[in-house]
């Protein structure tokens, strides 16, 4: 049955958004070929070239924003200064930042080895004096948001080296399966070598603690002044 024309079943609507405003698409759907038998007996080809129904660009902004500012804030505000106003709502943006992070966990690999054990790169520039990278780390306790009974523990953090862009990260110590190496990538992100030592600024806190536990050698911790007095 090969060169013959696959029989219609009509079209359906497809929106891709984009920052710019919806694009709406039509998108016809076939009847499978006899031939190449599926789980399925219809496909539509623009689906499968569309996995993703919404524009890179759209989804840099979303996940930027939304990282910084509630959900809800995120949405009015991409409504305020984008013509995106017709399918954007809170829930939509928690899903795409939601998937956003999965990702960004993916790179980090499935392993969990200490910040001082990965070797530097033969084309890594040596470390800096330690006074040049400090790292702040602080813990803290918030409420569950669904039953307002149990609390959970955030850590965030903020790296600054020098002429480098700072860099901050955050998660929560009892859902990450990864934190050392979160740590770790912020490092590698400002450029520095795997054994740079650091100065790190932390609140005493037993998890943020052990977030630092094996950093390479030479970095020093510090209790923060608002600790120390």
Known sequence: MNGRRLRGKGQYPIVFRTAFGHVPL???????????????????PLAELFTEHTAPELLYLESRWASLISFGM???????V???????????????L?????????????????????????????????????VGIDGGYL???????????????????EDCDDRYFGLVRSQDAEPKRRLCAVLRRQGLPADQPVTVLIDGGDSVCALVSDLPAGSEHHLDWFRAT
């Open 26 to 44: 039509a998108s016809p759907r076939f009847y499978r070929c006899r031939c190449h038998p599926a789980d399925s007996r219809t496909f539509s």
């Open 143 to 161: 409420q569950n948001w669904h039953d307002k009974k149990r609390n959970f523990e955030v850590i965030v953090g903020k790296s600054m080296a």
């Open 98 to 134: 939601h998937k956003v992070a999965a990702r960004q966990d993916a790179d980090l690999g499935a392993s969990e080895p200490g910040l001082s054990e990965d070797g530097p790169a033969a084309d890594q520039a040596s470390p800096i004096a330690r006074e040049a990278v400090i």
């Open 82 to 96: 984008l013509p995106v106003a017709g399918t954007t709502n809170p829930e939509t943006i928690r899903c795409h």
């Open 74 to 80: 995120t949405t009015a505000l991409l409504k305020d």
